[in-house]
Structures are given as structure tokens and as C-alpha cells.
């Protein structure tokens, strides 16, 4: 892929363009859940977490960020540059959470036997219906304001657009819509640390 095909492909994900993010799961969900693999060395975390749940998170935080625009993505190795960051941060945060909460694995053996009994979630339900999910999960965490300028985002529409026809400026749009981001990744726990 081109730098110009590539640049059509960031910007059709930007507008929300299904076929798009299924394009980019297929090619680079594989790098991640090996990403993953290769740091989840941790026997405490593993227990915990699975490649296709920090493959999950990394990919919602991914598309909810690239509709704001906040991802500057010039070719390919960008991209692969970014997923791997955004991974790897995941997986520290994840760490973190686990030593501040003093969770050591232990008291969740009952639990993770349940676990451990039921069917294997690799690579089912597919990655596109749990993004479809995570971003409906997203839309009931934004106010009818936020997914109206969502909205209009998707439909390519600049700041200076959103503001001329909601009212405000241009960056107050932006830092409001890039403030509700924030709160709803937190809220869904998707941070990118």
C-alpha cells in the first residue's frame, strides 16, 4: 500500500467505514495478539487476561481515537509503530492495576477455574462484532451533544464545521469532544496510558 491508498485507508476508518476496520483487523490484529503474547509473560496476568481481551481494548481505544483525529498516521510502519505502543501500554497499565489493587492471582483461582471451564474465546465472536459492541457500549456513555459532533466527525466534517453548526469555537469543540473521549474510555477502561 501506497502513502496516498494508505492515507484514503486512515481516512475512511476516521469516517467510521466498516469495511475499512474490518481491513485493518485482519492485518494487523495478528501483530497485536503476538505483541501480546510475547510480553503477557507474567503467569498472574495470564491467568487474567487473554490476547483477544488486549486485542479488544487496543483496537476500540484505536478506532474511538482516530475519529477525533488524534492519531497522525503517515504510512504503514506508523501505524504498526502506534498499535505496538498502544499494546504494550496496555498491558503495564494492566500490571500496575494488578500490584495496586494487591491482587496476586490467588484470590481469583476460584474464579479463574470458571473460567478456565469454559469454551475458548479465540478468535470468536469476531473482532468486528465486539468492536460494533464496544462502540455502542461508547455511544450510551456520550451525551445526545457528544454523538451528535461524533456524528458529524464521521462524516468528515473540521472543527470549524462542527462549531459554525453546534455553536462555540473550534477548539472548544475539539477539547469538549476529546474531554468526553477521555471519560469514556475510562469508563469502559480502555486506556492508552
Known amino acids: 500500500m501506497n ?28 501483530l497485536v495478539r503476538r505483541q501480546v503474547r510475547m510480553k503477557l509473560s507474567d503467569t498472574r496476568m495470564s491467568r487474567l487476561y487473554e490476547s483477544v481481551d488486549y486485542s479488544q481494548s487496543v483496537f476500540a ?46 484470590r481469583r483461582d476460584a474464579d479463574s477455574q470458571v473460567f478456565l471451564a469454559a469454551p475458548n474465546r479465540e478468535d470468536t465472536p469476531s473482532q468486528v462484532a465486539s468492536f460494533r459492541e464496544l462502540l455502542d457500549q461508547a455511544r450510551h456513555q456520550m451525551s445526545e451533544e457528544e ?6 466527525r464521521r462524516e468528515g466534517l473540521s472543527w470549524d464545521d462542527i462549531a459554525k453548526r453546534l455553536g462555540g469555537t473550534a477548539q472548544s469543540r475539539r477539547m469538549q469532544f476529546s474531554r468526553a473521549l477521555e471519560r469514556v474510555t475510562e469508563a469502559l477502561d480502555l486506556q492508552t496510558e
Open 3 to 30: 502513502d496516498q491508498d494508505f492515507s484514503t485507508f486512515i481516512e475512511r476508518i476516521r469516517r467510521g467505514d466498516s469495511t475499512a476496520a474490518e481491513e485493518l483487523l485482519r492485518q494487523y490484529e495478528p
Open 61 to 106: 481505544s484505536f478506532f474511538l481515537r482516530a475519529v477525533d483525529g488524534q492519531f497522525d498516521l503517515n504510512e504503514p510502519q506508523d501505524l504498526v509503530r502506534l498499535l505496538v505502543t498502544m499494546t504494550r501500554n496496555k498491558i503495564a497499565s494492566s500490571a500496575r492495576k494488578l500490584l495496586s489493587d494487591k491482587r496476586d492471582g490467588s
Open 147 to 152: 454523538l451528535a459532533m461524533a456524528e458529524l
